[in-house]
């Protein structure tokens, strides 16, 4: 039986930074073109897989923005699809989750690799901080970094700092009229 593939996909600076240092999300720009191809992306994911800030940022915007009435149909479609896929919430602070998700607190690796093993669609990682232990456990398969044209300095890391090197191989790429450039790898061990 194939497993469920993790990958971890977010927008990045050219310098490899998701967030300014203030946490700022002011230099990136996500034009329909853009929306579209991650429309199509995360359409056939199987469940999010979030860390309790991506969650939170996700659920003050998106549960309700196919109501506005001035929200582009690219963004509608989107609201709609993160609305009824499940998510899973790795946290020990939250109380509460809601938008047809479910919170996790302890056993990371366990959870993940009993999800990797159920039958289903694979499973979208988003927050760096969370990812970051994922990588340490090994449980990405793949990454997919969306790297826009813009040098931010400092700000919160795509990859963290870690112990061993993760070996990838290149198999997709897409350039974006806008400058920004697509960039899927898997795990070099994957798939041999």
């Known amino acids: ?5 993790v990958i971890y996909s977010l927008i990045v600076s050219l310098d490899g930074f998701i967030e300014t240092p203030n946490r700022s999300l002011d230099w990136h720009s996500i034009d329909e073109e853009i929306h579209s191809f991650v429309n199509a992306q995360v359409r056939e994911m199987g469940a999010f897989l979030y860390g309790r800030r991506l969650y939170e940022v996700m659920a003050s915007f998106w549960p309700t923005a196919d109501t506005d009435p ?11 699809i993160w609305r009824d896929k499940p998510k899973i919430v790795f946290s020990k602070t939250l109380e509460k989750v809601e938008w047809n998700s ?3 607190r302890d056993n990371i690796g366990q959870e993940v690799t009993r999800l990797k093993a159920q039958p289903g669609k694979d499973m979208g990682l988003g927050g760096a901080n969370i990812a970051s232990t994922f ?11 969306y790297v826009h044209p813009v040098i931010l300095g400092a700000g919160t890391p795509f990859f963290p700092a870690l112990d061993k090197r993760i070996n990838l191989r290149l198999v997709e790429t897409h350039t974006f009229g806008s400058g920004v450039v697509y960039l899927r790898y898997q795990r070099a061990d994957e798939g041999q």
């Open 70 to 80: 001035a929200a582009p149909a690219y963004e509608v479609e989107f609201a709609r």
């Open 102 to 104: 479910r919170l996790v």
């Open 1 to 5: 039986m194939k497993m469920r593939k």
């Open 135 to 145: 990588m340490r456990l090994g449980l990405i398969d793949e990454y997919r970094l």
